[in-house]
């Protein structure tokens, strides 16, 4: 499948656009909340155009390999999953989440990035092999994609290769592409909103956010989740 250069442009600048007004304007977790799902939109839109197309993407629902991989989260999207936290689970199951991110954390501190990658560490949003946090996942996890379960599968079991052409990955460039516009475009959008723009790692940003709820700038102090939130 191919995908225009100027269709591709037009969504990234689309995301641009909707996050810098929408976090322009305010920077809630309700507005964090849509931005992130503004992008994860656009991207769901292009692999469901690319599956019918014709496009054999092994990703499927049950399917969780990648679930174990460093995440890395731009910063409303670590709020749009805090605020998932606390308005879209059950309060026993946000309860276990925040156990998992906190220990996930811990372990996280004391690994250099590449060891992360090798630990298969599963994503504290992980539950009976499928996304809790779904609708409000980052980004980064929706342009993720592979074309073969196998090799996932290898990838899995033998971490230690990963990065290497062992564990290499099969996926269609031009969704790897469109994935990359669009988060771009959502980083370009968070700098004219005035924001920060660099990647953290998902349950170290969670664990600081549920540490501290005032890290988010809109949210005043002794009232860290508003009942829109």
């Known amino acids: 499948m191919r995908i225009s250069r100027e269709h591709s442009n037009a969504a990234a600048q689309a995301v641009y656009r909707y996050t810098a007004d929408t976090l322009g304007k305010s920077r809630d977790p309700e507005s ?8 994860t939109a656009a991207i769901d839109a292009e692999f469901a155009a690319a ?4 496009a054999r993407i092994a990703c499927a629902a049950g399917c969780a390999f990648c679930c ?14 805090w605020r998932h936290l606390r308005a879209g689970l059950p309060r026993n ?28 560490i599963p ?23 592979s074309l073969s379960r196998e090799r996932c599968e290898r990838s899995f079991n033998h971490p230690h290769d990963v990065g290497t052409a062992k ?4 996926a269609l460039r031009t969704l ?18 005035g924001l920060a723009s660099a990647e953290a790692e998902l349950h170290q940003s969670l664990r600081a956010l549920l540490e501290d709820p005032r890290a988010i700038p809109s949210l005043p102090e002794g009232n860290p989740c508003p009942e829109s939130c």
Do not use: K, W
């Open 32 to 39: 964090c909340d849509a931005v992130s799902r503004r992008a």
């Open 51 to 54: 599956r019918a197309a014709g």
């Open 68 to 81: 174990h991989l460093r995440v890395g989260v731009l910063p409303h999207e670590a709020v749009a999953l």
């Open 93 to 120: 199951e946000a309860a276990e989440i925040e156990r998992r991110i906190r220990e996930n954390a811990g372990r996280i501190d004391g690994m250099t990035a590449a060891e992360h990658r090798a630990a298969n």
């Open 123 to 145: 994503c504290a949003f992980l539950r009976d092999g499928r996304c809790s946090a779904y609708e409000v996942r980052p980004a980064a996890c929706a342009a993720y994609h």
């Open 167 to 170: 564990n290499s990955r099969p």
């Open 176 to 193: 790897q592409a469109f994935g990359d516009a669009v988060l771009g475009a959502a980083r370009a959008g968070l700098e004219d909103a």
